[in-house]
């Protein structure tokens, strides 16, 4: 199971960390994204990380947010810096690929002045 926390309504370079608690063992011997889907498009993978800790992102995101995961907490961040409109969406994680019987409910970013 996966409950993604963390989002809100942040101004324009703004800062946000969300983060994705995990249950169950899978979750930590596999490769883990962070996922985000605005009203109108389709859902994109913006940063994942594998067990090793490489990261990759999609290039709309690189150099403003940074992908991470606590083995002890159980739980993967995504931090978000210099915030723009056109971040805002639902993000959500899952493993990369995504298991489809592992979508949570997500949490809403909105970035506006």
């Known amino acids: 199971q996966l409950v993604e926390s963390g989002g809100g309504l942040v101004q324009p370079g703004g800062s946000l960390r969300l983060s994705c608690a995990t249950t169950g063992y899978i979750f930590t011997i596999i490769r883990m994204g962070w996922y985000r889907q605005a009203p109108g498009t389709q859902r994109e993978l913006v940063a994942a990380?594998?067990?090793?800790?490489?990261?990759v992102y999609v290039d709309s995101v690189k150099g403003r947010f940074a992908i991470s995961r606590d083995y002890a907490k159980n739980t993967v961040y995504l931090q978000m810096d210099n915030l723009k409109p056109e971040d805002t969406a639902v993000y959500y994680c899952?493993?990369?690929?995504?298991?489809?019987?592992?979508w949570g409910q997500g949490t809403q970013v909105t970035v506006s002045s």
């Open positions: 990380i594998g067990t090793d800790g490489g990261s």
């Open positions: 899952n493993a990369d690929p995504a298991i489809k019987e592992y």
